[in-house]
């Protein structure tokens, strides 16, 4: 009987310990620390465009020619505030995909359920785009400075202000965003949900392992989603994966909206820079103010 001779490896301690991942930081009471500013800054689009509907990641060539293009058309076409308004953040992709959308797999959201097209047939025919505003509650939330999309829930990256800041006790996460300084405080003591209904839902939150799980229902029926009704139902994970980078993933859902739920995911980066007051709320729109007076003149034109 033949014998087979297994080399024996051995790994000294020292080697096995610098090879090891560095420890993720946590509190004092044990929880994972998420505390500190991050910016989640991209030009990758929420959905693929459709002329890249085969390809999720694109090459390097590939990618640098896409960027090279989005700020050209930047330059050009953006009537906000400039090119040197936008985030340095939204000049790169994120690792070259084409999509925040994970699920489904071709980077675009679900179709629409047929509640969710005579919703929006019935608001265009109630309020035309052209329609001139009676009042400052037919504009909208962000034009009045009291909700902005790119703020969350979920967090969605913009033009600017991509920036969301951590504070966490035991009991409870604040999420403050930078634009239009909201601030969701999420209760960590496993409490039930509310019955009220809040422009920023009402979250409950959880620890699964190093993933905080904000779980989101509630909200107000004047939020919308890409078309979502006050039936939106979102679930965001926030893992720290490495000192800079906080992994975010969220689900969304809404079966009088989509056929199905959908996913997107980006990271969150460590950033040095602080959070600055973005001085807008009601009251104080002056673009909210113009737009009144504008339409005030235009009736009075015959």
């Known amino acids: 009987?033949?014998?087979?001779?297994?080399?024996?490896?051995?790994?000294?301690?020292?080697?096995?310990?610098?090879?090891?991942?560095?420890?993720?930081?946590?509190?004092?009471?044990?929880?994972?620390?998420?505390?500190?500013?991050?910016?989640?800054?991209?030009?990758?689009?929420?959905?693929?465009?459709?002329?890249?509907?085969?390809?999720?990641?694109?090459?390097?060539?590939?990618a640098a020619e896409y960027e090279r293009q989005t700020l050209a058309r930047q330059a050009t076409t953006n009537n906000t505030a400039g090119p040197d308004w936008w985030d340095p953040g939204t000049r790169r992709l994120v690792d070259r995909r084409t999509s925040l959308i994970v699920d489904p797999d071709d980077g675009r959201l679900p179709p629409l359920t047929d509640d969710a097209k005579q919703r929006a047939a019935a608001r265009a025919q109630a309020r035309p785009r052209t329609a001139l505003p009676d009042g400052p509650e037919d504009l909208g939330l962000n034009?009045?400075?009291?909700?902005?999309?790119?703020?969350?829930?979920?967090?969605?990256?913009?033009?600017?202000?991509?920036?969301?800041?951590?504070?966490?006790?035991?009991?409870?996460?604040?999420?403050?965003?930078?634009?239009?300084?909201?601030?969701?405080?999420?209760?960590?003591?496993?409490?039930?949900?509310?019955?009220?209904?809040?422009?920023?839902?009402?979250?409950?939150?959880?620890?699964?392992?190093?993933?905080?799980?904000?779980?989101?229902?509630?909200f107000s029926e004047k939020i919308e989603l890409r078309g979502s009704s006050e039936r939106l139902h979102l679930v965001e994970r926030f893992t720290r994966t490495d000192a800079e980078t906080i992994e975010y993933r969220f689900t969304a859902e809404d079966p009088t909206t989509w056929t199905r739920a959908w996913t997107a995911s980006f990271p969150l980066k460590k950033t040095k820079q602080p959070m600055y007051e973005y001085a807008c709320h009601e009251g104080n729109a002056r673009s909210m103010e113009g737009i009144l007076r504008a339409a005030a003149v235009q009736r009075e034109q015959p």
């Open 1 to 62: 009987m033949r014998r087979m001779f297994v080399p024996l490896i051995v790994v000294s301690a020292a080697a096995a310990l610098s090879a090891a991942p560095p420890a993720l930081p946590h509190l004092a009471w044990g929880d994972p620390d998420l505390e500190g500013v991050w910016t989640y800054a991209t030009m990758t689009p929420l959905e693929r465009p459709r002329d890249l509907a085969a390809k999720s990641v694109l090459t390097d060539a590939e």
């Open 143 to 218: 034009v009045r400075c009291l909700v902005w999309a790119t703020a969350g829930p979920p967090l969605l990256p913009g033009v600017y202000n991509n920036n969301v800041q951590f504070v966490q006790t035991r009991d409870a996460v604040a999420i403050v965003s930078e634009m239009i300084h909201d601030a969701r405080i999420v209760p960590m003591d496993g409490r039930p949900h509310g019955a009220l209904r809040r422009w920023m839902g009402d979250p409950r939150g959880r620890w699964e392992g190093n993933t905080l799980v904000v779980d989101t229902i509630n």
